[in-house]
Nanobody, 125 residues
Framework: QVQLVESGGGLVQAGDSLRLSCEAS????????MGWFRQAPGKERQFVAA????????NYVDSVKGRFTISRDNTKNTLYPQMNKLKPEDTAVYYC??????????????????WGQGTQVTVSS
């Protein structure tokens, strides 16, 4: 497994931008596809975006397409989402996750085997 630590969450206003970071250690970061998920109070954990091992393939949930961009820097063992035009409905705890495969194969949380502790993002209207 890979150890993951998220940072960068906070309170912003609707329309603002925010960039989260997820720093990885342990298993070779570049060997794994990575993903971002989020969980709002009272709701199930939701897939947000994923990226394959070299950043060449990405996948997004429809609600964030055109606003969020997932990227990775394998030289820094770090995963990012750049989140623009934030909306109140984006409010949630955001988690990064590591997949055992280098390829994008799933959006299901159960298929990811490493998780960070989460970082809170709150968007006020």
């Amino acid at each position: 497994q890979v150890q993951l630590v998220e940072s960068g969450g906070g309170l912003v206003q609707a329309g603002d931008s925010l960039r989260l970071s997820c720093e990885a250690s342990g298993r070779t970061f570049s060997s794994n596809a990575m993903g971002w998920f989020r969980q709002a109070p009272g709701k199930e954990r939701q897939f947000v975006a994923a990226i394959n091992w070299n950043g060449g393939v990405t996948n997004y949930v429809d609600s964030v397409k055109g606003r969020f961009t997932i990227s990775r820097d394998n030289t820094k063992n770090t995963l990012y989402p750049q989140m623009n035009k934030l909306k109140p409905e984006d409010t949630a705890v955001y988690y990064c996750a590591g997949h055992p495969s280098p390829f994008l194969v799933s959006r299901r949380p159960g298929d990811f085997d490493s998780w960070g502790q989460g970082t809170q993002v709150t968007v006020s209207s």
